[in-house]
């Protein structure tokens, strides 16, 4: 049992109310913050009455404090319960819930259990308050000892209190109040008794109006349960107005109030002054002039001088608080004392009496302001948790190894640390604290210092660098700061002499008691602080506690609201695990917690052995050991379960309750037996009636203990025999008829009725007994259905229905528990099935049929688990599905394999998953170039899934959605960016292809801009043709020499000369045109084309005019046959050079009409364009030599790649993205993906890995 299921187990129990768990030996109560019918008068008996032997209870604080009396009646032995836990946890209602079981339990002779009992309220409204965590907190912490006489009855008490917050009488924080009595007087206390204590309403007084009323406080009922329990115990008229009179003059004191003049401090004139010294019994005058001001003694020789010093108005409210402190501190003292007086008045001597100590003390405390109060109450817990860990650890631990029993060890939180910090001298935190009360000029800072220098290197110990006048301890439940400020004077606990001479002079009997007269400090008890008291009572606690046999209560906040029935996980983790529950049940798991010593044990346990066999065995053992084996084989006691040491037995609990429960049996026999051998041997009718009367009930209840425990010797036979011809002489016929109707029909109630009618009037025959075994058995069958009913457990179940068909009882509720049965066996199976397969359908199925009786299991929680998770995972992958988004998908497929969750939606998911993987795995690859096929296809892959993308993807989409043009621009600029130019030259080919196809018309030669008129172009030339036929073939073929360039590309040139040249080389060009042709012979066509492609890189002014030669001859040639071998020439020089910038749009589209598109593409002249375009004129073409150019196809087929320019053919070569071509929505196509993440994964990278290896293959 870990520590979770620890926490589950617990939340599970207090939501059904069930606010007790034991946790090994130790009882767990979680404060529900409200009433529940836990410690009603049914309740208590059934505890008290749980019948004979060790009988298992459902977990309580009554089981605790049975235990306890149970220790002290029958071990004799002295026992303690420790109740422990922070303030507002509850251990207040659980120490009266102990009193209130052992005064019931136990009585007594005088009423003294009353006496304990009454003891509660008054200590409750003088040292309780209303705190921000608990509206009843105990503000001073007690050990209540009971003493029990030898016949186990309450003879007395005895109560010490521990550290009272007396800070709380003048100073309360934000929300909270002053101790109860001051409001329960103020406000509840009778109108003439408020008169004659001069009281108001709380209101009005400075030191109760921070917070007055308290829903669930009810001040008017509490004070008269107060004024009840001081008549119960005794206390005189005169004792209790002294005690109200004392709170009376508090409360006006504290309404006094200071003014000062600039010279001396005075109390301003108010009603309070005289009312405080009314009943405080002093003078006005003088306890003006004492909150005023001091006495400096001076010793000089052998007298002491007085000088007297007057206060600033600081330091007179501080005195006024401290007598209100004071004052209220010694009251409280007192009223302990005479409490425990009050339990001493029968005149029984205590000393030497077995006792229980219930211990209920100040929880930890972490505020936001700590100060000395706050350490001395923190250091107490430490002691406690040192006593926890001793018992329930280290003892134990020590235990075993002294007995030789091997174990292993436990690891545990040793708070040693924290204590020697705090104690060790000499330079622990408070010898350090007393050190500075006597050195000079002892202050709070010099304190500090010390404290730094010493524990500078200890790990508890921290310097808060923050706040110097701070200092941080390092507890075992966690850290706490601490405000130094102030330590030193709360730590030396005295009033001036001067105000104790003023208290003496009291003419009240009360404050007289408090402060005798005459009664002077020693210099040692001047000089002893609070802390040294303080660790005197703890050390003298401690001795007491380790005296007895502990018993822990652990009490647990489970929320800091105060809110009802609400349970918040992690503060209980928190008060489990620093009190050492988790390891105290670690250790009791592997632990024997019952131990004896050898001759206890035989001496205890002898006599549970039966047969003379066993007892022969036991007389021939020679050692006590020995002895004890003999006994326990005899009992069949589990080895498992016990251990025998050097010098104990030890053993676990169901070997302890088996030994308890066989010894009391035996015992009672022994005792039934002698009664009813001495009772038979008595002649009853010699006897007078009255004696008569009496022997038959002492008869009756003999033989009625003997039916109880099946005592069937001869003397019981008899005495049964003669209780009945004495009884069936008594009974009337209406009750026998009632009886045999009863048993007929196995009425319960009318059993009931007519049993108890018989054990009135004191029937006891043969009818009667078998009514009462036949009500045993209907009454065990009842509580074994209400039982398995309530448990719902199939075991529990089936017990109780074999226990009616012994009997054949029929009854409703052994009909629901056949259904009951029924239904959770048809649960399990349905859980069982549903858990293996893990469908989503089955889980939510036996679920439905489990709630719909309320069935609750281990196994039920875990598959409302695994269906919760089931559940989430479906609507993760429903989610993810429709969002299809990676990330969503994976964290998906992520819980679904967590929890090894199978689905067809999950297989979808899956494949999805892998999709969408493929596809973000394209657009991250391919998004720096943008190749068109694997754009398209991915989008239209994402589109297909429905999937949305990132950034990425929506981009790529708008590209596949938007204008063409704009994609291939963007085609381009990526190829560019990556320097492919091979692709940009292809992108550009096909864009250039879109740009001619719209703007068709407006790109003819005739509409250049640059183009010359044709009339004045035919004028150039003087003779040949007329004008105007020149000037209709300007654009079109014509055979003779070309007179002049058809453009005005160069003429803006004003180099006539450089001019001249540039026409001269444009008409060349042209006659190499017409000779390439064959329109003209030539020898030296090498060296003309040589010199034509030299000029044209020379001068780019004449590329576009060269360019326009090509177009112009192949326009309207009446010779078509030679127009095809011009084709070679212009795409030698496109590889060359390219037009000029304006001219490129024409050329493109005079490339792409159908008549020229052909042979256009045979040379690849739309790439070599781009080619040249994108790269420039290629200055190694001047390399070419004349011997190269005889063959100007085989010059061109070294310059021209083919297969650069070619688009890609994704059918002959299919690309990475290929599989993203095939559709997903085909059927069975997402079925094909893997199931497995890790070969999802694998194929991932070996799609990767084929990538890279035909990358590096192109």
Same mark, same amino acid.
């Given at each position: 049992?870990?520590?979770?299921?620890?926490?589950?187990?617990?939340?599970?129990?207090? =939501?059904?109310?069930?606010?007790?768990?034991?946790?090994?030996?130790?009882?767990?109560?979680?404060?529900?913050?409200?009433?529940?019918?836990?410690?009603?008068?049914?309740?208590?008996?059934?505890?008290?009455?749980?019948?004979?032997?060790?009988?298992?209870?459902?977990?309580?604080?009554?089981?605790?404090?049975?235990?306890?009396?149970?220790?002290?009646?029958?071990?004799?032995?002295? !026992?303690?319960?420790?109740?422990?836990?922070?303030?507002?946890?509850?251990?207040?209602?659980?120490?009266?819930?102990?009193?209130?079981?052992?005064?019931?339990?136990?009585?007594?002779?005088?009423?003294? =259990?009353?006496?304990?009992?009454?003891?509660?309220?008054?200590?409750?409204?003088?040292?309780?308050?209303?705190?921000?965590?608990?509206?009843?907190?105990?503000?001073?912490?007690?050990?209540?000892?009971?003493?029990?006489?030898?016949?186990?009855?309450?003879?007395?008490?005895?109560?010490?209190?521990?550290?009272?917050?007396?800070?709380?009488?003048?100073?309360?924080?934000?929300?909270?109040?002053?101790?109860?009595?001051?409001?329960?007087?103020?406000?509840?206390?009778?109108?003439?008794?408020?008169?004659?204590?001069?009281?108001?309403?709380?209101?009005?007084?400075?030191?109760?109006?921070?917070?007055?009323?308290?829903?669930?406080?009810?001040?008017?009922?509490?004070?008269?349960?107060?004024?009840?329990?001081?008549?119960?115990?005794?206390?005189?008229?005169?004792?209790?107005?002294?005690?109200?009179?004392?709170?009376?003059?508090?409360?006006?004191?504290?309404?006094?109030?200071?003014?000062?003049?600039?010279?001396?401090?005075?109390?301003?004139?108010?009603?309070?002054?005289?009312?405080?010294?009314?009943?405080?019994?002093?003078?006005?005058?003088?306890?003006?002039?004492?909150?005023?001001?001091?006495?400096?003694?001076?010793?000089?020789?052998?007298?002491?001088?007085?000088?007297?010093?007057?206060?600033?108005?600081?330091?007179?409210?501080?005195?006024?608080?401290?007598?209100?402190?004071?004052?209220?501190?010694?009251?409280?003292?007192?009223?302990?004392?005479?409490?425990?007086?009050?339990?001493?008045?029968?005149?029984?001597?205590?000393?030497?009496?077995?006792?229980?100590?219930?211990?209920?003390?100040?929880?930890?405390?972490?505020?936001?302001?700590?100060?000395?109060?706050?350490?001395?109450?923190?250091?107490?817990?430490?002691?406690?948790?040192?006593?926890?860990?001793?018992?329930?650890?280290?003892?134990?631990?020590?235990?075993?190894?002294?007995?030789?029993?091997?174990?292993?060890?436990?690891?545990?939180?040793?708070?040693?640390?924290?204590?020697?910090?705090?104690?060790?001298?000499?330079?622990?935190?408070?010898?350090?604290?007393?050190?500075?009360?006597?050195?000079?000029?002892?202050?709070?800072?010099?304190?500090?210092?010390?404290?730094?220098?010493?524990?500078?290197?200890?790990?508890?110990?921290?310097?808060?660098?923050?706040?110097?006048?701070?200092?941080?301890?390092?507890?075992?439940?966690?850290?706490?700061?601490?405000?130094?400020?102030?330590?030193?004077?709360?730590?030396?606990?005295?009033?001036?002499?001067?105000?104790?001479?003023?208290?003496?002079?009291?003419?009240?009997?009360?404050?007289?008691?408090?402060?005798?007269?005459?009664?002077?400090?020693?210099?040692? *008890?001047?000089?002893?602080?609070?802390?040294?008291?303080?660790?005197? !009572?703890?050390?003298?606690?401690?001795?007491?506690?380790?005296?007895?046999?502990?018993?822990?209560?652990?009490?647990?906040?489970?929320?800091?609201?105060?809110?009802?029935?609400?349970?918040?996980?992690?503060?209980?983790?928190?008060?489990?695990?620093?009190?050492?529950?988790?390891?105290?049940?670690?250790?009791?798991?592997?632990?024997?917690?019952?131990?004896?010593?050898?001759?206890?044990?035989?001496?205890?346990?002898?006599?549970?052995?039966?047969?003379?066999?066993?007892?022969?065995?036991?007389?021939?053992?020679?050692?006590?050991?020995?002895?004890?084996?003999?006994?326990?084989?005899?009992?069949?006691?589990?080895?498992?379960?016990?251990?025998?040491?050097?010098?104990?037995?030890?053993?676990?609990?169901?070997?302890?309750?088996?030994? =308890?429960?066989?010894?009391?049996?035996?015992?009672?026999?022994?005792?039934?037996?002698?009664?009813?051998?001495?009772?038979?041997?008595?002649?009853?009718?010699?006897?007078?009636?009255?004696?008569?009367?009496?022997?038959?009930?002492?008869?009756?209840?003999?033989?009625?203990?003997?039916?109880?425990?099946?005592?069937?010797?001869?003397?019981?036979?008899?005495?049964?025999?003669?209780? =009945?011809?004495?009884?069936?002489?008594?009974?009337?016929?209406?009750?026998?008829?009632?009886?045999?109707?009863?048993?007929?029909?196995?009425?319960?109630?009318?059993?009931?009725?007519?049993?108890?009618?018989?054990?009135?009037?004191?029937?006891?025959?043969?009818?009667?007994?078998?009514? !009462?075994?036949?009500?045993?058995?209907?009454?065990?069958?009842?509580?074994?259905?209400?039982?398995?009913?309530?448990?719902?457990?199939?075991?529990?179940?089936?017990?109780?229905?074999?226990?009616?068909?012994?009997?054949?009882?029929?009854?409703?509720?052994?009909?629901?528990?056949?259904?009951?049965?029924?239904?959770?066996?048809?649960? *399990?199976?349905?859980?069982?099935?549903?858990?293996?397969?893990?469908?989503?359908?089955?889980?939510?199925?036996?679920?439905?049929?489990?709630?719909?009786?309320?069935?609750?299991?281990?196994?039920?929680?875990?598959?409302?688990?695994?269906?919760?998770?089931?559940?989430?995972?479906?609507?993760?992958?429903?989610?993810?599905?429709?969002?299809?988004?990676?990330?969503?998908?994976?964290?998906?497929?992520?819980?679904?394999?967590?929890?090894?969750?199978?689905?067809?939606?999950?297989?979808?998911?899956?494949?999805?998953?892998?999709?969408?993987?493929?596809?973000?795995?394209?657009?991250?690859?391919?998004?720096?170039?943008?190749?068109?096929?694997?754009?398209?296809?991915?989008?239209?892959?994402?589109?297909?899934?429905?999937?949305?993308?990132?950034?990425?993807?929506?981009?790529?989409?708008?590209?596949?959605?938007?204008?063409?043009?704009?994609?291939?621009?963007?085609?381009?600029?990526?190829?560019?960016? *990556?320097?492919?130019?091979?692709?940009?030259?292809?992108?550009?080919?096909?864009?250039?292809?879109?740009?001619?196809?719209?703007?068709?018309?407006?790109?003819?030669?005739?509409?250049?801009?640059?183009?010359?008129?044709?009339?004045?172009?035919?004028?150039?030339?003087?003779?040949?043709?007329?004008?105007?036929?020149?000037?209709?073939?300007?654009?079109?073929?014509?055979?003779?020499?070309?007179?002049?360039?058809?453009?005005?590309?160069?003429?803006?040139?004003?180099?006539?000369?450089?001019?001249?040249?540039?026409?001269?080389?444009?008409?060349?060009?042209?006659?190499?045109?017409?000779?390439?042709?064959?329109?003209?012979?030539?020898?030296?066509?090498?060296?003309?084309?040589?010199?034509?492609?030299?000029?044209?890189?020379?001068?780019?002014?004449?590329?576009?005019?060269?360019?326009?030669?090509?177009?112009?001859?192949?326009?309207?040639?009446?010779?078509?046959?030679?127009?095809?071998?011009?084709?070679?020439?212009?795409?030698?020089?496109?590889?060359?050079?390219?037009?000029?910038?304006?001219?490129?749009?024409?050329?493109?589209?005079?490339?792409?009409?159908?008549?020229?598109?052909?042979?256009?593409?045979?040379?690849?002249?739309?790439?070599?364009?781009?080619?040249?375009?994108?790269?420039?004129?290629?200055?190694?073409?001047?390399?070419?030599?004349?011997?190269?150019?005889?063959?100007?196809?085989?010059?061109?087929?070294?310059?021209?790649?083919?297969?650069?320019?070619?688009?890609?053919?994704?059918?002959?070569?299919?690309?990475?993205?290929?599989?993203?071509?095939?559709?997903?929505? !085909?059927?069975?196509?997402?079925?094909?993906?893997?199931?497995?993440?890790?070969?999802?994964?694998?194929?991932?990278?070996?799609?990767?890995?084929?990538?890279?290896?035909?990358?590096?293959?192109?």
């Amino acid at each position: 049992m870990g520590s979770p299921l620890i926490l589950h187990c617990l939340r599970k129990r207090f =939501e059904r109310n069930e606010i007790y768990t034991n946790v090994g030996t130790i009882l767990i109560s979680v404060n529900p913050y409200q009433r529940l019918p836990l410690y009603t008068d049914q309740v208590l008996k059934k505890y008290i009455n749980r019948g004979l032997g060790v009988v298992d209870m459902p977990p309580h604080i009554f089981n605790i404090a049975h235990d306890a009396f149970y220790g002290v009646t029958s071990f004799g032995q002295n !026992q303690s319960i420790i109740i422990s836990g922070e303030s507002g946890a509850g251990k207040t209602e659980a120490t009266k819930q102990c009193l209130q079981y052992l005064a019931r339990i136990a009585g007594s002779l005088n009423d003294v =259990e009353k006496k304990v009992l009454q003891a509660n309220p008054i200590l409750e409204a003088f040292g309780n308050a209303k705190t921000l965590r608990n509206d009843n907190s105990s503000r001073f912490g007690k050990y209540l000892e009971i003493f029990f006489d030898s016949k186990g009855r309450i003879a007395g008490s005895s109560t010490e209190s521990y550290l009272l917050e007396k800070i709380r009488v003048v100073s309360q924080a934000s929300k909270e109040r002053n101790f109860h009595i001051f409001y329960q007087l103020t406000k509840a206390a009778p109108a003439e008794t408020r008169r004659s204590l001069s009281l108001g309403n709380p209101g009005t007084y400075a030191y109760l109006r921070q917070c007055t009323d308290v829903p669930s406080i009810d001040d008017a009922r509490d004070f008269k349960e107060v004024m009840g329990a001081f008549k119960d115990l005794k206390f005189h008229t005169d004792e209790i107005h002294g005690l109200f009179e004392i709170c009376s003059g508090i409360l006006a004191l504290g309404n006094c109030t200071f003014t000062s003049d600039g010279k001396k401090t005075m109390l301003k004139e108010s009603e309070y002054l005289g009312i405080a010294a009314k009943h405080l019994g002093v003078s006005p005058g003088v306890l003006r002039e004492r909150m005023t001001t001091r006495e400096i003694r001076i010793r000089g020789g052998r007298d002491l001088e007085a000088t007297k010093a007057l206060m600033t108005v600081e330091q007179a409210s501080e005195t006024r608080h401290a007598v209100c402190k004071f004052v209220y501190g010694r009251m409280f003292n007192w009223l302990v004392k005479r409490i425990n007086k009050a339990m001493s008045q029968g005149g029984v001597n205590c000393k030497g009496m077995k006792s229980i100590g219930i211990l209920d003390i100040f929880g930890f405390e972490i505020f936001e302001h700590n100060s000395f109060e706050q350490l001395c109450i923190n250091f107490t817990n430490e002691m406690l948790q040192q006593h926890f860990n001793k018992h329930t650890f280290k003892l134990e631990q020590a235990m075993y190894t002294a007995e030789g029993i091997q174990f292993d060890a436990i690891d545990f939180i040793d708070n040693q640390p924290m204590l020697d910090l705090i104690t060790k001298k000499p330079h622990g935190v408070l010898p350090l604290l007393d050190e500075e009360l006597v050195v000079p000029k002892g202050s709070d800072k010099g304190f500090l210092q010390k404290l730094v220098m010493k524990q500078a290197k200890n790990v508890v110990f921290k310097r808060q660098m923050k706040k110097p006048d701070h200092f941080v301890i390092k507890h075992y439940a966690g850290r706490v700061l601490y405000d130094s400020h102030g330590f030193l004077e709360k730590n030396r606990d005295t009033l001036t002499e001067e105000l104790v001479e003023m208290l003496q002079d009291s003419k009240k009997p009360l404050l007289q008691a408090l402060y005798p007269k005459g009664k002077t400090l020693s210099a040692k *008890q001047r000089k002893s602080s609070l802390s040294s008291q303080f660790q005197s !009572q703890l050390n003298r606690l401690m001795r007491n506690l380790n005296m007895t046999q502990p018993h822990y209560v652990r009490c647990i906040k489970p929320n800091n609201d105060k809110a009802p029935m609400k349970f918040v996980p992690r503060n209980c983790f928190e008060q489990l695990l620093y009190s050492g529950v988790f390891e105290a049940v670690a250790i009791r798991k592997q632990g024997f917690p019952f131990r004896l010593p050898h001759d206890e044990f035989e001496k205890r346990y002898s006599i549970n052995l039966d047969d003379s066999a066993h007892k022969s065995k036991l007389s021939s053992a020679s050692t006590l050991k020995a002895k004890c084996e003999v006994i326990l084989n005899a009992i069949k006691c589990d080895k498992a379960n016990r251990r025998i040491g050097k010098t104990r037995v030890l053993y676990r609990a169901e070997e302890h309750k088996k030994l =308890e429960l066989r010894r009391s049996i035996k015992v009672k026999n022994q005792e039934i037996t002698e009664a009813l051998r001495r009772l038979s041997r008595v002649d009853a009718n010699s006897m007078d009636p009255k004696d008569r009367e009496a022997y038959f009930v002492e008869l009756a209840m003999a033989v009625s203990e003997a039916d109880k425990f099946r005592v069937k010797t001869p003397d019981a036979e008899k005495a049964r025999k003669m209780l =009945e011809a004495f009884v069936e002489a008594r009974m009337d016929p209406k009750t026998k008829r009632e009886l045999n109707e009863a048993y007929e029909k196995q009425d319960l109630k009318l059993l009931q009725r007519v049993l108890a009618k018989c054990d009135k009037e004191g029937y006891r025959t043969k009818l009667t007994r078998k009514c !009462q075994e036949l009500l045993s058995k209907i009454e065990d069958a009842e509580a074994a259905l209400e039982v398995a009913l309530k448990s719902m457990r199939e075991d529990y179940l089936e017990k109780a229905i074999d226990m009616c068909d012994e009997f054949a009882y029929k009854a409703p509720n052994a009909e629901k528990a056949r259904t009951l049965l029924k239904n959770i066996k048809k649960a *399990q199976y349905g859980i069982s099935r549903a858990m293996s397969k893990m469908k989503r359908k089955w889980l939510n199925q036996a679920l439905d049929f489990c709630d719909s009786f309320g069935y609750d299991s281990p196994d039920v929680q875990k598959c409302r688990i695994i269906t919760q998770k089931v559940n989430i995972c479906h609507r993760m992958l429903s989610k993810a599905k429709a969002a299809v988004d990676q990330t969503k998908l994976q964290k998906a497929l992520q819980a679904c394999e967590r929890i090894k969750y199978r689905s067809p939606l999950e297989h979808e998911v899956r494949g999805l998953l892998f999709r969408v993987r493929r596809i973000n795995e394209e657009i991250s690859e391919g998004w720096k170039a943008l190749v068109e096929d694997q754009v398209r296809t991915v989008v239209a892959a994402a589109d297909e899934i429905k999937m949305t993308g990132g950034k990425k993807l929506k981009t790529w989409r708008e590209h596949v959605k938007g204008p063409y043009d704009a994609f291939l621009k963007a085609q381009y600029d990526h190829a560019v960016k *990556q320097g492919d130019r091979e692709r940009a030259v292809r992108v550009m080919v096909r864009r250039k292809d879109l740009l001619v196809s719209e703007k068709k018309q407006a790109l003819v030669l005739s509409k250049y801009p640059h183009l010359k008129d044709p009339m004045l172009w035919a004028r150039e030339k003087w003779f040949g043709w007329d004008h105007e036929t020149r000037a209709s073939h300007m654009t079109k073929f014509q055979s003779e020499s070309l007179h002049a360039p058809i453009s005005t590309t160069f003429e803006h040139i004003v180099d006539t000369r450089h001019k001249k040249e540039l026409r001269r080389q444009v008409t060349a060009a042209f006659e190499t045109i017409q000779k390439f042709m064959g329109q003209r012979n030539t020898s030296r066509m090498p060296q003309r084309i040589r010199e034509l492609l030299s000029d044209a890189l020379d001068n780019k002014e004449i590329r576009s005019e060269v360019y326009m030669m090509f177009i112009k001859q192949c326009t309207d040639n009446p010779e078509p046959e030679k127009v095809p071998c011009i084709w070679e020439l212009l795409s030698l020089c496109l590889s060359v050079f390219p037009p000029n910038k304006d001219f490129e749009d024409y050329l493109e589209a005079w490339l792409r009409e159908p008549s020229n598109l052909p042979d256009a593409d045979k040379y690849h002249c739309r790439g070599l364009l781009r080619h040249s375009v994108l790269n420039g004129a290629d200055e190694k073409a001047r390399g070419i030599s004349e011997e190269e150019l005889k063959d100007v196809s085989q010059a061109l087929s070294r310059r021209l790649n083919p297969l650069r320019f070619a688009w890609p053919n994704y059918k002959k070569n299919p690309p990475n993205w290929a599989d993203l071509k095939k559709s997903y929505c !085909q059927k069975g196509s997402a079925l094909k993906i893997s199931k497995a993440p890790k070969i999802i994964r694998d194929m991932s990278k070996r799609a990767k890995g084929s990538r890279s290896r035909k990358r590096e293959a192109s």
